[in-house]
């Protein structure tokens, strides 16, 4: 998992060709803290896509600009466009994030 040191270097993983799942997260949430242990598994189950964990506080202007209002969340991009997000305020699992990755893998 890439973790961005900077505004610039998060917009780079942003503009990529490849899909890349911005995985949006904060050490101090408590389902972020959740799924952690598996998303070595989710990213070895997933190799299309890149994946690039993005700490909400580090980067607040990115996430209120794209709206990302609950954590731990997900915002898929390809060609700098967004194709996919699985945002919302509930606990996610390794089973609901492995089905909204496998419903972009053909897109």
Partial sequence: ????????????????????????????????????????EIEAENPEFTFVRVDRDNFMEVAQRWNIFGIPSFVVVENGKEIGRFVNK???????????????KTL
Avoid: G, H
């Avoid at 949006?24 to 799924?35: N, V």
């Avoid at 509930?90 to 972009?104: D, G, P, S, W």
């Fill in 1 to 40: 998992m890439i973790i961005p040191q900077s505004y610039e270097e998060l917009a780079v993983y942003a503009e990529q060709k490849e899909k890349t799942v911005f995985f949006f997260t904060a050490d101090w949430c408590p389902d972020c803290q959740f799924i952690y242990p598996v998303m070595p």
């Fill in 90 to 104: 509930q606990r996610k699992t390794k089973a609901q994030i492995n089905t909204f990755l496998a419903e972009l």
